[in-house]
Structure formats: structure tokens, C-alpha cells
């Protein structure tokens, strides 16, 4: 049965995420349009597939003003999707909404979920934490479609080994990065590594603490600001790993980015630290406890010293990612 469109909370018009973009390029090349949910657009049509992505990106707003405005435009919507009819699909990308949060935010998600006509997981891992949080509805279909790698235009080409020190920290400027406690923990064991902080700025007050560290800190550089594929070439060329120690999320876009571009990652340990060392191959991920404090740096540089090939990448292809979607979607139409 084909399904002529799908409604998604966040489309590739309203983001820069690479997950986005091409997740939603391969569902459209397979002949299914994505589309904008829009509470118009819900109220107007009936049983439909709405695939909602972060719960927090339909509730929560820019300013308090828009984030009141989104609250009840959410209510509307959720009432318009029961009484339409039709057939949300969450991803659990996040345990926990990202940023700051507010009780709304848990309701909606909570609501979102019960009502889920499926959910799609990336790492199969994390089936029994959301069953541990009573976060799947009694009637929901759990799916288990991995993230897909972000390979670049043009294959990179790294320099040698022995030339690349950096450690590049990219991603959001946030706390729930726990970037200050990697470099903290950096610092207490007297690294000399050159690492670099890139990313856009979710929290300026932690942004001015990693400013005043790399005034005291030779070998840190922050950088603050989104850097698209043509800055990050140039300097992933240059690197030894990419760092993503996210909290109280499920999946980080961190190794995804890393590895079709031959670099390994440093992450927060669990089921998707797991699940990407499983599948990608030996060595390709050093799992951060999550008292980041306890890093044992003479480890992570034994780690950054070993010789690889390449990750297998095969189970992240986006066709094949793209194709499970539309599977989905199909099921839930039939």
C-alpha cells in the first residue's frame, strides 16, 4: 500500500539536523512525501501518519511568549490527532526532553507516548528502559530502525596517524553535552592534547566558563557557532576522534558523523555505545563512564593510539533505513 505523505514535527526546512535531512531526502526518494505538521494541516485531513521526532521541538518555543503560544497550539493538536484519527509515530531519540525543560514538556511527551501508535528505536538496547519508565503505550508497535551515517560529499583525507592529536568536541554548547566535566577531567590528569570545542551556543553562560578555561588551558580552542561540512573538513582532517558525551539521551549524531569519515568517537557508555562497537567493529568507540570525572586519560590514549581499518558502516545505510520507515508506515495504513 503506498503512502502518498507522513506529516513530521521537524522537517528538513526547519532544521540543520543531518538526521533530518537525510532520513527524510531517502523516504521522499522512495516516493512519500514529508511534510510539515501543522495543526491546520492535522485538523484538515484524516488518519494520516504524524511522526513526531522530539516531543519538545511541537511544545516548547524560543521565548517564554512562543513557548506559552506552542502550548496550547500542542493541545490543539493532540486533540485534532485523536479526533482525526490519525497514527503517530515517536522516535525515542532522548530520554529526557534537551535543554530546558518545564512540566509541560513531560506531559506532552507522556501523552505523545501513550497515544503512539508505534515507536521507532535507534539501539534495540533501550526497549527495556522505556518499558522501565512506562513510556510505551499498551497497544504501541516498537520498531527498532537504526540511525543512519552522514558520510560526506567527498571522502576525506586524513593525515597521518601520528599527526593527528585533536580531539574535536562537537555539537551544541550545552550542559548536556557535559563538555566542562570532559574538560575538567582532562585537566585534573594534565593533558597536553589539543582539543577543540565547536558547536552552536545553547547556554552562554556555560560558553563564558570554556572561554575562561581556554584562556588558562594552552591546548583548548573553543569556537562557538554552528560549522558546516565545508569548515568541519578541513579541520576533521586534522583530528584523532570526535567527542559526544550527551545526557539523558538515547542516541547521539556524534558517531554517525564520525565514522564514514574514518573517525573514531568518544561517547557516553550504554546501549548505544554498545550497540555501535558491536556493529561498527573493535575500536571504533571508547565508552565515557558517566561520572565523566573518573575518565582514566592514559586509557583513552592508549585507545587513540591503536591502528584501525575501517567501521563497518553496512548497517547504518540510509536506503535501507529510509525502506524501514516506509515499512512502518504502511503497516500502520493497513
Keep these: 500500500m503506498a503512502i502518498p505523505r507522513v506529516f513530521w514535527s521537524v522537517t528538513p526546512q526547519q532544521t540543520q539536523s543531518p538526521y533530518i535531512r537525510d532520513i527524510a531526502g531517502a523516504i521522499e526518494a522512495l516516493g512519500c512525501r514529508v511534510e510539515s505538521l501543522t495543526l491546520r494541516a492535522i485538523a484538515q485531513s484524516s488518519q494520516e501518519i504524524v511522526h513526531i521526532q522530539w516531543p519538545e521541538h511541537v511544545s516548547r518555543g524560543p521565548s517564554t511568549p512562543a513557548t506559552f503560544a506552542k502550548h496550547g497550539r500542542a493541545v490543539a493538536l493532540l486533540a485534532a490527532l485523536r479526533l482525526r484519527k490519525h497514527a503517530i509515530v515517536l522516535t525515542a531519540h532522548n530520554r529526557a526532553p534537551h535543554g530546558e525543560s518545564d512540566p509541560f514538556d513531560a506531559w506532552f511527551r507522556r ?55 585533536q580531539l574535536v568536541v562537537l555539537g551544541q554548547i550545552h550542559p548536556y553535552h557535559r563538555i566542562e566535566e570532559f574538560i575538567d577531567a582532562l ?25 575562561q578555561k581556554a584562556h588558562a588551558l594552552s591546548w583548548l580552542t573553543v569556537q562557538p557557532g554552528f560549522a558546516d561540512d565545508a569548515t568541519l573538513e578541513p579541520i576533521l582532517e586534522n583530528s584523532a576522534a570526535i567527542v559526544s558525551l550527551q545526557r539523558n539521551t538515547f542516541n547521539s549524531g556524534g558517531p554517525f558523523y564520525a565514522l ?6 568518544i561517547m557516553s557508555s550504554g546501549a548505544q555505545a554498545s550497540n555501535i ?16 570525572g573518573s575518565l582514566d586519560l592514559a586509557s583513552l590514549n592508549a585507545w587513540l593510539d591503536r591502528k584501525r581499518t575501517k567501521p563497518v558502516l553496512e548497517p547504518f545505510a540510509i536506503d535501507r533505513i529510509a525502506a524501514a520507515h516506509i515499512e512502518l508506515y ?4 493497513s
Design 111 to 165: 501523552t505523545v507516548q501513550k497515544h503512539a501508535a508505534a515507536m521507532v528505536l535507534l539501539v534495540p538496547g533501550h526497549h527495556a528502559t522505556l518499558e522501565q519508565d512506562n513510556a510505551i503505550g499498551d497497544n504501541t508497535i516498537v520498531r527498532t530502525i537504526a540511525h543512519p551515517t552522514h558520510p560526506p560529499a567527498n571522502p576525506l583525507t586524513l593525515r597521518p596517524d601520528s599527526e593527528r592529536t
Design 187 to 211: 585537566t585534573a590528569q594534565n593533558n597536553t592534547r589539543p582539543v577543540l570545542i565547536i558547536g552552536g551556543v545553547g547556554d552562554e553562560a556555560l560558553l563564558a566558563r570554556l572561554r
Design 260 to 265: 564514514p569519515r574514518g573517525l573514531p568517537i
Design 277 to 292: 562497537d558491536e556493529l561498527a567493529g573493535d575500536d571504533w568507540v571508547f565508552a565515557v563512564p558517566d561520572d565523566v
Design 330 to 333: 504502511e503497516l500502520l495504513q
